[in-house]
Nanobody
Framework: QVQLVESGGGLVQPGGSLRLSCAAS????????MGWYRQPPGKQRELVAS???????NYADSVKGRFTISRDNAKNTVNLQMNSLKPEDTAVYSC??????????????????WGQGTQVTVSS
């Protein structure tokens, strides 16, 4: 069973930094894109950053220059380094993976998987 487990959320003051990590495990054949989304209070979920298995990245305009996404393909992990945090970065951050799952009979299927989410609060 595929699992995405996030860590690293918490409370930080404006201008501070946090690093989020996400590890994917469980019958994974390959991972295509991985990314981080966030859902601020009372708002819809939005893409923060994504990275392909080739290392190409994409960022929301609101985080460009402050956040950096990276991944370790060998460990099936993706990280989000968040610097110069602002109160408007407060949200539940969720890890996403577009991956191909391998079943015991040798078949496989591609799908979208999500972590459980981790709270990031930026406040003084």
């Amino acid at each position: 069973q595929v699992q995405l487990v996030e860590s690293g959320g918490g409370l930080v003051q404006p201008g501070g930094s946090l690093r989020l990590s996400c590890a994917a495990s469980g019958g994974i054949f390959s991972i295509n894109a991985m990314g981080w989304y966030r859902q601020p209070p009372g708002k819809q979920r939005e893409l923060v950053a994504s990275i392909t298995n080739g290392g190409s990245t994409n960022y929301a305009d609101s985080v460009k220059g402050r956040f950096t996404i990276s991944r370790d393909n060998a460990k099936n992990t993706v990280n989000l380094q968040m610097n110069s945090l602002k109160p408007e970065d407060t949200a539940v951050y969720s890890c996403n993976a577009d991956l191909t799952r391998l079943y015991s009979g040798g078949s496989h299927s591609r799908g979208d998987y999500w972590g459980q989410g981790t709270q990031v609060t930026v406040s003084s």
